[in-house]
């Protein structure tokens, strides 16, 4: 089977289910077992799973220690990993380690308690990135949340559940225009 044949198959598989599980810390996820889903999940010889998905939802994990190291457990292809679900946890920023994942093209981070719009810097790294959620943590509150998350992340085609309109992404430039200095002005500005 070539890689590409592979890697779709893999996106058909059910994800690695392990939603409403009272989970507090990532390791906790070695020794419990997946939600079952309408088809069963599929493992290779080795004992881990063929799926690019992760629902880790409804749970309360407050830091993601550990999660590449449990993730190269449980997945056959952990570098393919393509949508984690962290959404409904009790996470207050954006750990860094899921830029590692740079097959990601779903993350939803819904439902959080992430506090600092700044924080979605960090996913702008990943190239694959296309739908996203944010809604229902505190830095949805700041101003202009919107504009900022798709001037950072120009790529996505959902946030937040809403799809992303040519209005949206000409709204989003104006914002940026009227409220992002370029750099090269605040060096200016700072040498005064």
Request: aromatic share 6%; hydrophobic share 35%; charged share 20%.
């Amino acid at each position: 089977m070539s890689r590409r044949n592979s890697l779709s198959s893999s996106v058909q598989e059910p994800p690695l289910d392990y939603s409403f599980r009272s989970i507090h810390i990532i390791q906790d996820l070695i020794s419990e077992e997946p939600r079952i889903g309408q088809r069963p999940l599929k493992y290779s010889k080795s004992g881990k799973s063929l799926t690019q998905a992760l629902w880790l939802n409804n749970n309360v994990l407050n830091d993601l220690k550990g999660l590449n190291q449990v993730v190269s457990q449980l997945l056959e292809q952990p570098q393919n990993l393509a949508w984690i679900d962290l959404s409904f946890n009790d996470l207050t920023s954006i750990d860094p380690v899921l830029t590692t994942f740079f097959n990601l093209s779903v993350l939803y981070l819904h439902g959080n308690g992430i506090q600092r719009l700044g924080e979605v810097n960090k996913l702008a790294v990943l190239p694959r990135l296309r739908s996203l959620t944010l809604h229902g943590n505190p830095m949805e509150e700041e101003k202009g949340y919107r504009q900022y998350v798709l001037c950072t992340l120009p790529r996505i085609t959902t946030l937040d559940f809403s799809g992303v309109t040519k209005a949206d992404r000409t709204t989003a430039e104006v914002w940026k225009r009227m409220n992002i200095k370029p750099k090269k002005a605040r060096i200016k500005q700072d040498t005064l």
